[in-house]
């Protein structure tokens, strides 16, 4: 088979796979569920056959006149394979997450829709069919966000208003390219804009960072996600978050370094300030205010979610900064949330299943008896974002710090380190508040999650720490992208990065924790065993201890909490808010207007006839 | 090659000895000080070796492997940090990794404690990752301070310049983050007035509260390396490290002795005191250290 016929066949089986599977779940459910996951498994088969076999445009539909094409380069190819894989998992982890729910066969249906609409977003070779497919994708992620109903139906109502917005300015985007240059073809957009003023450059990419960044949730667009991330179901929180909001990484990625270009893009600026350096800015600020935000959550999934801005914020100063590190970085970190931020999310899942719903942070505690194997996920889930060494966050991170310091850019490496430090003090937070401390007595009999939910949460784990301990590998297909983008190539080998200005070696530091690990086990086998002591077993300094809450959890933070509290109020939310309310004030008034009374429009249409006439009659303009 | 394992033998091995040192000469100090006779100089060794023989209490598998790993991390950063001429594995990584390895520790205490189920722990922790916070944004200015005047990240290379062009802390934008480096040092490693973590009359001891046996002699071993890591990386980065062992120690040991009493004199800050003190002028001298490393003329 050839590869540009492979590529049609994924988007047929991906949105044909969908549909069939909201009929065959009338007919039983338990052959709906078997057909979803394998629809999700071919997806990935057939991408990952796909790799480094690139198809140039291939023709597959006409839309009015306009010739709609799909392509696949490395670019596109590193992010279809997340976005099926990650689907894949999501769905495997559904199977029992939302069996006794309500309109199953719906949320599977959407839950592939989600998936063909993003793959086609990655494969669509020009304008039109990106727009497509990112509708299609925003509104089925409308409905699954919404899956819920109650809280969940407002959070889905401003994800998708401001989403809506985020497509106009697309549209206008493409609107304005095609009537300059009569083409929405990408590679033919790029070589039309080379001899573009850089006045145009600039209104393009700046409507397309309203449009990307409404879906990536940079600061100040970010204020639709805590709220849909928290109210989702957990398996779409996954993809959500590691996937979704991330084609609008994708998006920037095409718009600055494919379609207006490497040089173009970089070579934009007005004295001091260049407009790569401002994007780098709004990474920062999109890190460090919504980090320290999310320290003050108390749900679980609503400090999962604010995380999840933060590290965008990591992923846009990475592509901002435009060297081949930073670029790296950025790409490499877009994978490496995706495998931790969909971990996270399912173990919250997983907890959330077991317990009833419960995803308080302050109620649970001492999980880590019951559940041992979410408690890893969540440990090394946790260990990735934070970007410890031997995880892939790790390296990622390591990558964009180094391009800021060789860059000269302390500041902004300032903000991308003390992000890291807050994303410490929550994630320690997260799991404590969860996993450790004492067990309530309600939850005495908890059993651990069926295999169906550990089998993603391994999964994910080995990734973090295969991709940590060997980064060469996703950074050999990263280094061809780079050079695809037209930077100079990396020294990449299997354990890291070997430059001029200082290495990595990641297999060494593994191999040292390893033996000095080990030798500290040995050491510590000299002394005379320990006996264990159940958890009401601890030293109170003689005074009574409780028995159904010993847990030390609300406002674990609190002397810095009333520190940094009072600056952590999400203005950019109070504004979006006195503008909604400001729009519906004066819709109301355009109502009174149209009072849907036939009699007021004959009135308007006399009215508006009299004064063209009085208009004709007195000055004679036509 | 076998040099660099011999030094990776030696170096954890030189490091106990000088941190127990240390922690015994502080008690000793510490009493003197005091007016008081204190206990023999050896004393903390004995401890070891006595908690060695005796039998602790167990929470369960993190309790027991956090205990661990955070011991092994701490020797971990040693191999990365120069020790006179000694520093075996600084050309796997640089400062930047130095910043993360060093993560291990407390990580592997804060998941031990977590399991030991006494509010005290989790309350000592919360505290000591408050601190860390609060020193971590000075702390953060002045590496990064040092990486954008000497333009490098690797700690060897930092060290050699020194060597060859003067110490950090006599350098005309430099002295800012050294002296800054200084006011924080007793917060990184957790003496007064900054023991808050600890604080045994309030919390009883926080993190080490349910620690016993041969968990509690681990925990003590960590501490003694934790001192040595936060003075080395101060004579690395500023004075200019050493070209061998014993002028290296004759550093640390000034130092030491400097912050000492700074310890028996200061009483202890409450949580929002230390963050107020840390972010206020710490921070600010760091901050225009690291502006004035940006300005060409230096």
Redesign the interface.
């Known amino acids: 088979m050839s590869s540009a016929f492979l590529l049609k066949l994924l988007l047929i089986i991906a949105f044909g796979g969908a549909f069939l599977t909201y009929v065959l779940g009338k007919i039983s459910s338990t052959i709906r569920d078997f057909f979803a996951v394998l629809v999700s498994c071919i997806l990935v088969i057939i991408v990952v056959y796909l790799y480094g076999k690139p198809v140039k445009e291939t023709f597959y539909l006409g839309v009015l006149g306009l010739p709609l094409v799909l392509r696949l380069n490395m670019l596109s190819w590193f992010f279809a394979l997340p976005i099926t894989s990650v689907g894949a998992l999501s769905i495997i982890f559904s199977l029992r997450y939302i069996r006794k729910r309500e309109k199953t066969d719906f949320y599977y249906m959407t839950m592939i829709l989600v998936n063909a609409g993003m793959l086609g977003i990655v494969l669509s070779g020009d304008l039109v069919s990106f727009y497509i497919f990112w509708e299609i994708m925003s509104w089925s992620a409308f409905l699954l966000i919404s899956y819920n109903r109650g809280p969940a139906l407002a959070a889905g109502m401003k994800y998708i208003i401001m989403s809506v917005v985020g497509s106009a300015a697309m549209l206008i985007g493409i609107i304005s390219i095609y009537t300059n240059y009569g083409t929405v073809i990408i590679s033919d957009i790029s070589t039309h804009l080379a001899a573009a003023s850089s006045g145009y450059i600039l209104f393009l990419l700046i409507l397309y960072f309203v449009a990307f960044g409404v879906k990536n949730a940079v600061w100040p667009f970010h204020t639709w996600l805590p709220s849909a991330h928290s109210e989702a179901p957990s398996p779409f929180s996954a993809v959500l978050s590691g996937i979704l909001i991330k084609m609008g990484t994708y998006g920037f990625l095409l718009i600055m370094y494919t379609i207006v270009g490497l040089k173009v893009f970089l070579d934009l600026s007005w004295g001091l300030f260049s407009f790569h350096y401002i994007l780098c800015w709004f990474g920062a600020i999109t890190v460090v205010i919504p980090t320290f935000t999310a320290l003050l959550q108390n749900d679980a999934k609503r400090l999962l979610a604010w995380h999840s801005i933060g590290q965008i914020g990591y992923i846009i100063i990475g592509i901002a900064l435009g060297t081949s590190l930073g670029i790296a970085g950025g790409i490499f970190h877009f994978l490496n949330h995706a495998t931790f931020k969909a971990l996270l999310f399912l173990s919250v899942g997983a907890v959330e299943y077991r317990t009833g719903g419960v995803r308080d942070l302050n109620s649970l505690g001492?999980l880590?008896?019951r559940m041992p194997i979410t408690f890893t996920g969540a440990?090394v889930g946790s260990?990735g974002i934070?970007?410890?060494?031997l995880t892939n966050g790790?390296v990622s991170k390591?990558l964009i710090?180094?391009a800021l310091?060789s860059q000269?850019n302390?500041?902004l490496?300032?903000a991308a380190?003390?992000g890291t430090?807050?994303t410490?003090?929550s994630f320690?937070k997260f799991?404590?508040n969860m996993?450790?401390?004492?067990l309530p007595e309600k939850y005495k009999n908890i059993e651990k999650a069926p295999f169906s939910m550990q089998f993603p949460i391994i999964i994910y784990s080995l990734v973090i720490i295969v991709f940590g301990i060997l980064p060469g590998i996703p950074l050999k297909v990263i280094n061809s992208i780079d050079t695809y983008f037209g930077f100079e190539s990396l020294h990449i080998n299997i354990w890291g990065i070997a430059s001029e200005?200082?290495?990595?070696?990641t297999i060494?530091?593994f191999a040292?924790?390893l033996v000095?690990?080990v030798?500290?086990?040995l050491?510590?086998r000299?002394?005379?065993?320990?006996?264990?002591?159940p958890?009401e077993?601890?030293?109170?300094?003689g005074s009574y201890i409780p028995e159904e809450k010993?847990?030390?959890?609300v406002d674990?933070?609190?002397?810095?909490y009333?520190?940094i509290g009072p600056y952590l109020r999400d203005v950019i939310d109070d504004f979006y808010r006195i503008l909604a309310k400001g729009v519906q004030r004066v819709c109301d008034r355009i109502k009174r207007v149209y009072a849907g009374d036939v009699g007021y429009y004959v009135i308007y249409i006399v009215l508006f006839l009299a004064v063209i006439i009085l208009i004709q009659v007195g000055f004679k303009p036509w | 090659m076998v040099i660099k394992i011999i030094q990776i033998i030696v170096y954890p091995i030189l490091t106990f000895i000088i941190g127990i040192f240390f922690i015994g000469l502080s008690r000793k100090m510490m009493a003197r000080i005091q007016r008081r006779y204190g206990p023999p100089i050896t004393q903390p060794l004995i401890d070891l070796i006595r908690f060695f023989y005796q039998k602790g209490i167990s929470h369960g598998s993190i309790f027991n492997f956090g205990v661990i790993l955070s011991l092994a991390g701490s020797i971990v950063v040693l191999l990365f940090i120069p020790f006179g001429r000694m520093s075996p594995l600084s050309s796997s990584g640089g400062l930047l990794v130095i910043l993360y390895i060093m993560l291990f520790a407390p990580l592997g205490i804060a998941l031990s404690g977590g399991e030991g189920a006494n509010p005290n722990i989790s309350i000592g922790i919360s505290r000591k990752l408050i601190l860390s916070l609060g020193y971590e944004v000075p702390f953060l200015f002045i590496i990064l301070a040092i990486m954008t005047y000497y333009k490098t990240t690797s700690i060897t290379e930092i060290v050699k310049i020194q060597q060859e062009a003067g110490w950090a802390l006599f350098t005309i934008p430099l002295f800012l983050p050294g002296i800054a480096y200084l006011l924080i040092l007793p917060a990184i490693i957790g003496m007064r007035p900054f023991d808050i973590a600890s604080a045994p009359q309030e919390i009883s001891s926080g993190p080490m509260v349910e620690y016993s046996g041969k968990y509690l002699a681990l925990v003590h071993i960590e501490h003694a390396f934790t001192l040595f890591i936060g003075i080395a990386l101060f004579i690395n980065l500023f004075l200019g490290g050493a070209t061998n062992i014993g002028f290296f120690f004759l550093k640390m040991i000034v130092l030491f002795v400097i912050v000492l009493i700074v310890n028996a004199v200061f009483p202890r800050y409450r949580v929002e005191q230390a963050i107020k003190y840390l972010w206020k002028w710490p921070t600010l001298i760091a901050f225009v250290g690291l502006i004035l490393t940006k300005i060409p003329i230096f």
């Open positions: 001492g880590i008896k440990l260990l934070i970007g410890v060494p790790f390591w710090y180094k310091i000269g302390p500041f490496a300032f380190l003390i430090w807050g410490l003090l320690y799991l404590h996993f450790l401390g004492q200005t200082g290495a990595l070696n060494n530091i040292a924790v000095a690990g030798i500290v086990w050491i510590s000299l002394g005379v065993k320990s006996k264990p002591v958890q077993d601890t030293y109170a300094a010993y847990h030390y959890t674990f933070y609190n002397p810095l009333r520190m």
